[in-house]
């Protein structure tokens, strides 16, 4: 008896004593979640692909023939060899895919290791960094987008790198709308509909983050152009027009990222596999 609950019970205390193995990460992890420095969402992704892909422990297994837990453990061992040089989010990252393979091969959820990685991924402290790299190209694409809109509407208004220019009005599009954060929340929702759904491989998550990323911004343009014709106006608007074409924005993309995930669902496997 006494050997059986030790055989339960090791999936699940091998899977902690890995997790135990990154402590730095973790604590790193939560400073960087708690020092305002970056946005603490991050932790929704990793719970929703814990959640989604969660079975009864009893049914968790070690196989030491799986390619997925040597793949956990070679992962393991270039974080270890990262330690002394690399940034913390290289060696973060480097924990997050060797935990996903793990968590993936001990849950028996090896159909879903693509979209759980990515999920893990997704929540890393990335959202600063991203402004930090991605925040002024994606500005000016959102701003050359939302011109060309308003052209088409009849504004005829001019674009210079983040500013749009109509009749003596400049209007900026500043970091908050960059659209970085639209993207960060769209690929997680494609991530956990993929997982609650069915299996998904890479070349299908590939394909659907890349068209989620493309809805996000054309919803982000559309956001844009928006809030440049509430700005522009010469009466004043209540102050929760703002945050509710925000809202209405991510609505659209959100229903966007449902109805591409279906379409791709309903393709012939090979198409997307």
């Not at 692909?49 to 453990?73: K, Q, S």
């Not at 769209?186 to 998904?200: F, S, V, Y």
């Amino acid at each position: 008896m006494r050997s059986e609950s030790v055989r339960r019970l090791f999936p699940g205390l091998m899977l902690a004593a890995h997790v135990l193995c990154f402590w730095p990460i973790w604590r790193w992890y939560a400073a960087r979640m708690t020092d305002g420095s970056d946005e603490p969402w991050g932790i929704a992704a990793l719970i929703a692909a814990l959640l989604l892909t969660w079975h009864n422990p009893r049914t968790w297994t070690v196989r030491t023939d799986d390619r997925l837990l040597w793949g956990a453990v070679l992962l393991t061992v270039a974080y270890v060899a990262a330690v002394p040089a690399a940034p913390p989010l290289v060696r973060a990252a480097l924990a997050m895919a060797a935990l996903a393979c793990s968590w993936v091969s001990i849950t028996n959820a090896r159909s879903k290791l693509a979209a759980v990685t990515v999920m893990f991924a997704l929540s890393l402290p990335v959202i600063a960094s991203l402004q930090f790299y991605l925040g002024y190209p994606l500005r000016s694409i959102t701003t050359a987008g939302a011109a060309l809109t308003l052209d088409l509407l009849g504004f005829d208004v001019e674009h210079s790198g983040t500013a749009m220019l109509w009749q003596g009005h400049t209007v900026l599009v500043d970091a908050p709308c960059s659209g970085v954060r639209m993207l960060w929340t769209g690929a997680a929702l494609a991530c956990a509909i993929a997982l609650h759904r069915d299996a998904i491989r890479w070349r299908g998550l590939t394909a659907l983050l890349l068209l989620t990323s493309a809805a996000a911004l054309f919803a982000n343009v559309l956001r844009a152009a928006a809030l440049f014709i509430v700005e522009t106006r010469d009466s004043p608007l209540p102050e929760l027009i703002h945050p509710t074409i925000g809202a209405a924005t991510f609505a659209l993309t959100a229903v966007s990222i449902v109805l591409i995930e279906s379409a791709l669902r309903r393709m012939p496997p090979s198409a997307h596999a």
